[in-house]
């Protein structure tokens, strides 16, 4: 079964830093990953998105993901954090021939001003 | 504009008694999705549907029920056979039938229940 590991429950930077969210996967093949993005009392929106196109991939809101396949990693990041970055965020990961996506645990991002 | 519309926002209930949370979309989406989100612990898949008339169980199904009698409605019902209820609930949908590259997720803003 899939799973994925999110290191850190919790993350505090700077405004202006750079932001590293860790995201981890485990399964046999490269599977599909997306990068979530929750504020405080709604739902979740889709940041990011792999689809083996590139590995490198863009987001909204200044973010990006590097898929890393020889480390099953697919970490996000952003060059300079907003105080408007504060938020929970999710990665998740599905099979190509599936139909489920499965969470991490999540990692609340703090931006202190 | 289109979107996902779960009602109510909070919802209060004692113990030993069923609810349903809504969940409505108007995106034309074919699967439809209930999660339950507690804190730490991401978000657990309670049950999906991929056309109208089916659905399937998720991880965590016990004690919930769901039904999809039409494409734009999927409620789910939290039954007094679930042993810990309260949770946020969030609703799901996706164009097509699976969670590939082109069917990223969609959610509504959530339901919280408080059971006591």
């Known amino acids: 079964a899939q799973s994925v590991t999110q290191l850190g429950s919790h993350v505090s930077v700077s405004e202006g830093a750079l932001v590293l969210l860790r995201c981890n996967y485990s399964?046999?093949?490269?599977?599909?990953l997306f990068w979530y993005v929750q504020y405080p009392n709604q739902g979740l929106q889709l940041l990011l998105k792999?689809?083996?196109?590139?590995?490198l991939v863009k987001g909204i809101n200044g973010f990006e993901a590097e898929f890393k396949k020889s480390e099953t990693s697919f970490h996000l990041t952003k060059p300079s954090a907003h105080m408007s970055d504060a938020a929970e965020y999710f990665c998740?990961?599905?099979?190509?021939?599936?139909?489920?996506?499965?969470f991490g645990a999540g990692t609340i991002l703090r931006v202190k001003s | 504009d289109g979107g996902i519309t779960q009602s109510p926002k909070y919802l209060f209930r004692k113990e030993g008694q069923n609810v349903t949370l809504s969940c409505e979309q108007n995106l034309n989406h074919d699967a439809m999705y209930w999660y339950r989100q507690d804190p730490g612990q991401g978000l657990r898949l309670i049950y999906y549907?991929?056309?109208?008339?089916?659905?399937q169980k998720g991880d965590i199904a016990e004690g919930y029920s769901v039904s999809r009698e039409k494409k734009e409605s999927f409620p789910l019902t939290v039954t007094s056979a679930q042993k810990n209820p309260t949770a946020f609930y969030l609703c799901a949908s996706s164009i097509g039938q699976g969670t590939g590259a082109n069917s990223p997720l969609h959610f509504g803003n959530g339901t919280r229940l408080t059971v006591t």
């Open positions: 998740a990961v599905s099979e190509r021939s599936g139909n489920k996506l499965v």
């Open positions: 399964s046999s093949v490269p599977p599909y």
């Open positions: 792999y689809t083996s196109a590139a590995t």
């Open positions: 549907s991929q056309i109208v008339n089916d659905f």
